[in-house]
């Protein structure tokens, strides 16, 4: 039997003490942007997405980033990852998800954590471009779809994916929901709710009559907004039932391919009995 999961040997600077500073202080050091090139895949439904990629040597690996929460290839963390990617050598893309590349989709629906049917898409497509090894991570709900993709394909990822990682995934979304909805913590939903209001706002402008606007104005928490736009944009019947269908805690035991979880035990967006034992993981996570 697997031991619990254990703590890495990390301590953080006395000069960044706590959850909070060590999470906010990265997206006030986020660093120059990668020398992007990018390119635009139109979707099997009509629709499309941007990726933004960063050129390696013609017989090297491919790192493909899923980012979180209204992130895109200029966040902090794709920044960083993409000029570790180059300094290897190798092919390094950023998956800007649907309306996240500074330009609307096309369609109504957006994005969210559990779209792990746009992870297979995008991964079996990069795939068939040769690569000798294809990497995946995934960052926060990034994390979450991949993890969840990996789970739903088994033993059948190893064929498309090398490896995998997620960072900071919200593995059990309706805890981390529940986390982020009181005391200092809700300073990070507001964060969030200050783009996601405005594009549900557009959203309503180009296509009339698919979001509830008086609830979404007045969504004071990620569960609010999830229940009136997020769950009812992409099929799910409210909050409860996107959270429920989506999280990728209780899936992990079918993943197969190899896997990295890495997360802070003091991180304000999922507290650590949300988190997995380590002998409840397969062999390969």
């Not at 990629?53 to 899923?66: K, N, R």
């Not at 500074?102 to 995008?122: T, V």
């Not at 979001?211 to 992409?234: E, N, Q, W, Y």
Request: proline fraction near 9%; hydrophobic fraction near 45%; glycine fraction near 8%.
């Amino acid at each position: 039997m697997k031991p619990p999961l254990a703590a890495p040997h990390y301590r953080a600077p006395a000069w960044l003490p706590g959850g909070h500073a060590q999470t906010v202080w990265p997206l006030l050091i986020k660093g120059p942007l990668p020398p992007y090139r990018r390119e635009r895949w139109d979707t099997p439904d009509e629709d499309f997405i941007d990726l933004d990629w960063i050129a390696g040597a013609a017989d090297a690996p491919c790192v493909v980033l899923f980012h979180g929460l209204e992130g895109s290839s200029r966040s902090h963390y794709a920044r960083r990852l993409m000029h570790a990617v180059a300094r290897r050598g190798w092919h390094g893309v950023v998956v800007n998800f649907r309306g996240c590349s500074g330009e609307p989709n096309r369609l109504p629906r957006a994005y969210h954590s559990g779209d792990s049917a746009e992870i297979d898409w995008i991964l079996r497509r990069l795939q068939a471009r040769g690569y000798p090894a294809l990497f995946a991570a995934g960052v926060s709900l990034g994390g979450n779809a991949l993890l969840k993709w990996l789970a739903e394909q088994g033993s059948q990822a190893s064929g498309i994916v090398s490896a995998a990682a997620a960072v900071s995934a919200p593995l059990d979304l309706a805890a981390a929901n529940t986390a982020l909805s009181s005391g200092f913590n809700r300073i990070y939903a507001r964060h969030f709710l200050r783009t996601l209001i405005p594009a549900a706002m557009a959203k309503e402008r180009r296509f009339p009559g698919r979001i509830d606007m008086r609830r979404a104005r007045a969504a004071g928490s990620l569960r609010d907004f999830d229940d009136a736009v997020t769950a009812p944009l992409h099929g799910f019947l409210g909050a409860d039932d996107y959270y429920a269908k989506s999280s990728a805690g209780p899936l992990l035991g079918a993943v197969r391919a190899p896997t990295l979880l890495l997360h802070a035990a003091n991180d304000p967006f999922l507290p650590p009995s949300a988190l997995p034992r380590r002998e409840r993981l397969p062999a390969a996570v």
